[in-house]
């Protein structure tokens, strides 16, 4: 009886690689066989629910191709190419990047995975490496995405996702994602155009399908693990489970948790009603439970015109859906003096990313050790340290001796590299100081605290701290 690595592997070749060549422009994700025995998952733990990752931030990934065909997500080891290859970052800038990411949340809302934007690490978990276009891994331009695929799903894989095989298409680039997160489930494409497995299009957005319809590119074939109908609902439904109804989301777009803000400043939040109720009211609130402003209609905007003291404040964002669900979240901003150059600054300061930050070896100040946000003047301990947060844009981002760096969930940080902490500056979620939670009476403080933790142990990443 013959292997299964050498019935699977051409078989490959020809289900899906050439299939689409008559369409050999249009954008199209695929998916390549490897042997039912690939192995993955060395040394990785497994959450309670399985996790998307989303990527933007590129990386360097080691193929296995024709060696062990291992696939591991923590480890960076992809089973589709041979070599080391170097992935730019997501090429469309962080507005585009945030349509993504919500449009992709939204696509697999009905099931229950988390999709994160931060690392799980040595946490089991699915990769959407993000990036710019096919030729990274060896594939043609016009392949917008593809996934490694066997007929059981993947605990652990990397599926890539070519943004500049469409241009900058949110919409596009998500549901590519979605397919190739899907194929390492096992799913297969679809002969059916409102599905995300397809390769149909022109019928609007896609989402999944709880109906049968035929396997196929661009017509009817048989299922490539057995059968001629699939339902992409279905199957993940029965592979991931149903979410726990979540009527209502709400996250603070901006500013970032930690980040530096003028006396008067403007707040962004995002609200997400999956009930389908509409948006009763959105009310925000400043260190205290009086609601400061509310509204019924985006944009959820509060713009902060009475200055407010320098130091930390806590800016709470309610939503009520007409359903009568609600959702809270909130944000931590140090108001700190606007300066261009170190004259504007006062002593002990110095100026970084356009505002006056305590400088290197005062109190609270970057780089200082930290157990918690309250002891830095930034509100944000990360991997035991003191966290500024950067604007890349900037020329002087950072004090001298750091640099301004990608730093998880679309946002930059300072870091340095004389200690062995470079590279594990990227964290799930600011921890709020529990000094400026006291001083709120909102009573979803402390659940929000608490989330945050919980994903901050969860999903954070574990380094090694060199400690002095
Ligand atoms: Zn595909």
């Known amino acids: 009886m013959r292997s299964l690595l050498t019935r699977s592997i051409p078989f490959a070749t020809i289900s899906c690689l050439s299939l689409p060549i008559a369409r050999a422009e249009f954008p199209r994700g ?24 989303l ?25 589709l190419f041979r070599g080391t290859r170097s992935l730019s970052r997501f090429p469309f800038g962080e507005e585009s990047w945030n349509q993504v990411v919500r449009c ?13 934007e931060q690392d799980p690490g040595g946490v089991a978990h699915i990769e959407v490496v993000v990036t710019t276009e096919a030729r990274i891994v060896g594939m043609p331009d016009n392949v917008a995405g593809v996934a490694p695929y066997r007929c059981r799903p993947f605990n652990s894989a990397i599926v890539y996702t070519f943004a500049q ?66 339902n992409s609902y279905q199957s993940l439904r029965s592979l991931l489970g149903l979410r726990p109804p979540t009527p209502m989301s709400v996250h603070v777009v901006t500013p970032l ?41 985006p944009p959820f905007r509060l713009d902060v015109r009475d200055p407010l003291p320098s130091g930390k404040h806590v800016v709470y964002v309610h939503a009520l859906a007409s359903s009568g669900e609600e959702a809270r979240s909130s944000v931590l ?3 700190r003096t606007p300066c261009q150059a170190l004259e504007d600054c006062r002593d002990g300061e110095t100026c970084a990313s356009g505002f006056c930050i305590p400088a290197v070896g005062m109190p609270g100040a970057l780089g200082q050790e930290c157990d918690w946000g309250e002891e830095c003047a930034s509100g944000l301990c990360e991997e035991r340290r003191c966290v500024e947060l950067c604007d890349l844009a900037m020329e002087q981002a950072c004090p001298s001796g750091f640099e301004c760096k990608p730093s998880g969930q679309a946002r930059f940080a300072c870091v340095h590299d004389e200690s062995g902490w470079r590279g594990c500056a990227v964290v799930a979620s600011g921890r709020v100081s529990p000094a400026a939670q006291r001083g709120a009476a909102f009573v979803l403080s402390a659940t929000v605290v608490l989330i945050s933790l919980l994903r901050f142990f969860h999903g954070g990443k574990t380094c090694a701290v060199k400690r002095s």
């Open 333 to 335: 901003v140090n108001v």
């Open 30 to 53: 695929v998916y390549v066989r490897v042997p039912e025995q690939a192995s993955e998952i060395f040394r990785s733990r497994f959450p309670s629910r399985r996790i998307l990752y």
């Open 104 to 116: 992709v949340r939204e696509i697999m809302a009905p099931f229950d995975i988390d999709v994160v």
């Open 165 to 230: 095989a469409w241009g900058n298409s949110p919409r596009s680039i998500c549901e590519t994602a979605v397919q190739e997160t899907a194929h390492a489930f096992s799913l297969d494409h679809e002969f059916y155009c409102p599905d995300p497995m397809t390769y149909l299009s022109g019928c609007g957005d896609k989402t999944f399908q709880d109906v049968d319809v035929p396997c196929g590119e661009y017509k009817p074939r048989p299922c490539e693990c057995g059968g001629s109908f699939q």
């Open 55 to 79: 990527n933007h931030n590129g990386g360097t990934f080691v193929g296995t191709k024709d060696g062990s065909w291992e696939e591991n997500a923590s480890l960076n080891r992809s089973s």
């Open 257 to 297: 948790s930690g980040a530096s803000v003028r006396a008067q400043f403007s707040v962004l939040a995002d609200v997400i009603d999956y009930s389908g109720s509409g948006v009763a009211r959105v009310s925000f609130a400043l260190d205290t439970d009086h609601s400061l402003w509310e509204t019924q209609s």
